[in-house]
């Protein structure tokens, strides 16, 4: 993996999108200072500078059909967790690709693709991830760090190293189906509030709040959930549902 880091940035996703046609597969671009640093749904991210990593992997998969790019977003998303889980964080993907301890955020993720009519061109597989900071002043209600988790600092470097790896060998997994299938049942295996109890959530189109039990999700993406008290089963694409704290 070829490394890329910046003093300052307004965002690695759209400095990776600009400089695309300069970049080869699986460079790691990363900013110490990101002044306009993005998350799921044009949510800005926190980071206080020189404490956490923020980074965005620049990927050109082998003949991956469009409809198969959401195994890229579980390839991502495991390896945040593999990569926790070697500092004695034990982590869970909240759908469709935030990372969780518990009920707190330590980890989004932004993937963004170029997709042609019938392969993904690149990826722009962003991730900002909370390593050493110990204080957050945003209104996000649930951030936490894993130097608040294990009471230590971690080397920035050899964080980032331990990431891009767990995630480049799952992206090799991304390019067999089998790999895919594999990749799929332990993203379904890794999943926040998947453990078939009933949890509220919100649907985005009307805002009624129901309690749901996650039965599935399909290796689109989309999450099938079952509405506890009329049974009703609903699939849903990502934005068209939120988990509610």
């Given at each position: ?31 110490a ?31 991956l059909?469009?409809?198969d ?36 955020k330590?980890?989004g ?19 900002g ?117």
């Amino acid at each position: 993996m070829k490394y890329i880091v910046l003093e300052e940035v307004d965002s690695t996703n759209s400095y990776v999108s600009v400089h695309a046609g300069e970049l080869e597969d699986m460079t790691v671009v990363g900013a110490a200072i990101q002044t306009a640093g993005r998350g799921q749904r044009g949510n800005r991210w926190e980071s206080e500078p020189g404490k956490n990593l923020t980074f965005t992997i620049f990927h050109t998969p082998r003949e991956l059909h469009p409809r198969d790019q959401f195994s890229i977003s579980e390839a991502v998303a495991l390896g945040v967790v593999s990569m926790l889980g070697r500092y004695g964080i034990e982590a869970k993907v909240k759908w469709p690709n935030d990372i969780y301890v518990a009920d707190r955020k330590i980890s989004g993720i932004l993937i963004e693709h170029s997709v042609g009519s019938d392969r993904v061109i690149h990826s722009r597989l962003g991730v900002g991830l909370n390593v050493n900071q110990l204080e957050f002043k945003s209104d996000a209600p649930n951030p936490v760090s894993m130097v608040q988790l294990t009471g230590s600092e971690t080397e920035l470097s050899e964080a980032l190293a331990a990431v891009c790896e767990e995630v480049r060998l799952n992206l090799e997994r991304v390019s067999t189906e089998a790999g895919r299938r594999e990749l799929h049942g332990e993203f379904r295996d890794n999943l926040w509030r998947g453990d078939g109890g009933a949890w509220p959530f919100r649907r985005r189109e009307d805002g009624r709040r129901f309690d749901g039990r996650i039965i599935d999700v399909a290796p689109t993406g989309m999450i099938l959930i079952e509405d506890v008290a009329t049974g009703e089963r609903q699939s849903f694409a990502f934005k068209e549902v939120e988990f509610l704290l």
